[in-house]
Each structure stands twice: as structure tokens, then as C-alpha cells.
């Protein structure tokens, strides 16, 4: 049975002229997929905006979302469809997911996380504006 871990994964947002950072918390298996780090960037983030600490957010932006409403089925919905969004967005190359300094390539890929692997997630504009 794989192990669980806890990362701390950067919240990237374009501001312009620079980058500000915050942080988002995941929870997954030591070997996850791609679509499956994608879809629990995109929950973790939900949570996020839903517990007020900060509407700051890399994905949801990304997929046209405003993030999580009141209504929990409401809720069990927009994030359904914004984890679909995400991963039509990674399939466009709207989004890059880089994990240990590799660039992840296809949703299916798995992938070998670490307690302290390096996970980033790059918005297209975030990217261009580097």
C-alpha cells in the first residue's frame, strides 16, 4: 500500500511585473498520477478560498472559476468541473506541472513523489512572464 504525504506546493501569481508566492497543502499517495496531482492542486485550493485564508490562487484563475460557492453539491460540481478544466488546460499546455525539476508530459504519467519532492505549477501566463 503506497504511503501518504503532505506537500507544500507554491501558489504562483502573476502580478505584473513580478511573482508573488503563497502556499497550498496536498495530500496524496507517494505515486500518484498526473491528473491526479492536478485534480488535488485544484481541491486543495477550493479549500483554500473556501476557508478565507487567502482567495489567492494558481489554477482557478486559469480555468474561468471564481472558486467554491456556499452550497456544498453546488460546490461538489464547480470543483468536478474545474479539476476537468485543469486538465484540459495541462492538455493545451495552458498549465506546466513540474515535480523534482521534471516537466510532466501526459496525464497518465505516474509519478514518484518524495516528502520533500519540489511540485510547481505554472499558468501559462505565470511562464510567459518569467
Known amino acids: 500500500m503506497a504511503r501518504g504525504l503532505l506537500l507544500r506546493v507554491p ?25 491526479e496531482l492536478i485534480a488535488e492542486k485544484v481541491r486543495a485550493e477550493f479549500r483554500k478560498v473556501q476557508l478565507g485564508a487567502s482567495a489567492d490562487t494558481t489554477i482557478i484563475p486559469l ?5 467554491p460557492s456556499v ?9 468536478t468541473v474545474a479539476i476537468l478544466r485543469a ?25 514518484m513523489l518524495r516528502r520533500n519532492s519540489a511540485v510547481l505549477f505554472y499558468p501559462r501566463a505565470v511562464v510567459a512572464a518569467c
Open 63 to 67: 480555468i474561468g472559476n471564481q472558486g
Open 87 to 111: 486538465w484540459e488546460a495541462f492538455n493545451t499546455g495552458q498549465l506546466t506541472v513540474l515535480v523534482d525539476g521534471v516537466v510532466a508530459r501526459r496525464l497518465d504519467q505516474r509519478l
Open 71 to 79: 452550497q456544498d453539491s453546488k460546490q461538489q460540481l464547480e470543483e
Open 11 to 35: 501558489t504562483l501569481m502573476d502580478e505584473g511585473s513580478q511573482l508573488r508566492q503563497e502556499m497550498c497543502y496536498l495530500t496524496l499517495h507517494s505515486s500518484p498520477t498526473v491528473a
